[in-house]
């Protein structure tokens, strides 16, 4: 039992260090330039984000403070801010990239990459999420797939973390048209954070019914980025979504 009441106690600090990383991370391109953002889909998805993290660090803190009636109706919250962060990120990352080019029809190796990073881990967002609202009665694993939530979301604060203090990694990334691939960096991170949380799991609780296949389902998302831009069924998707009225 004390082993199983850990993962309330420490969930709360990593949802807090996952915030604080986002922050710093964000600070120089996003929240020092508030007003100057080109479009409100700026806005929204910083927001979208943000106050889901937000929304983690304080429901792991009312359920470890024994606040639970305040836990499950700010938890109602999350029915429409999962939501929207993955409406809000698809539409953002559709305006990222379709107004950056002429055509759809042929499209370079780093565009069908990028829609893959991005729109493949809003599916896993996604369906974590489903998976700790359908298991809500059940706390164990309520918490550990909302948990799990944050690892598909690691690379858009590794990434400029990197770019701004760990610069000289990028030449031991690989590359894909000469741009270095840096979420190889917080692909490994995420995957050893969780493979520490699956090892844990089964030492302190003997279960593997939750970090072991979000594992798997994260190493799926990461090997899917690092190969699917090869795929011309996938590149045809690609044209075909960014064609599409979504911003």
Request: glycine share 4%; net charge positive; hydrophobic share 55%.
């Amino acid at each position: 039992m004390r082993a199983e009441a850990a993962i309330y106690r420490n969930s709360a600090r990593f949802f807090a260090l996952f915030l604080v990383g986002l922050v710093v991370a964000f600070w120089p391109s996003y929240f020092a330039r508030l007003f100057e953002q080109p479009s409100v889909l700026f806005h929204l998805h910083g927001a979208a984000l943000t106050l889901w993290v937000v929304m983690l660090v304080a429901q792991a803190q009312l359920i470890r403070t024994g606040r639970r009636s305040l836990h499950r109706t700010l938890g109602k919250t999350s029915y429409v801010l999962a939501p929207a962060v993955v409406a809000i990120t698809t539409s953002f990352v559709h305006y990222r990239v379709a107004g950056s080019l002429q055509s759809f029809e042929r499209l370079p190796p780093f565009v069908p990459y990028f829609l893959a990073l991005t729109l493949n881990s809003l599916l896993v967002f996604a369906a974590f999420y489903a998976l700790a609202i359908y298991y809500r009665r059940d706390a164990g694993r309520h918490a550990r797939w909302l948990i799990s939530t944050v690892f598909p979301l690691f690379t858009p604060i590794t990434d400029r973390l990197i770019g701004a203090h760990w610069p000289s990694l990028a030449a031991l990334a690989p590359r894909i048209d000469g741009s270095p691939i840096l979420p190889v960096f917080g692909f490994a991170l995420a995957d050893l954070i969780l493979l520490g949380l699956v090892a844990w799991d089964w030492r302190a609780n003997r279960r593997a019914d939750v970090f072991a296949p979000a594992l798997a389902a994260l190493v799926l998302y990461h090997v899917s980025v690092l190969t699917l831009y090869r795929v011309p069924a996938w590149t045809a998707f690609c044209g075909w979504f960014l064609a599409l009225p979504l911003s």
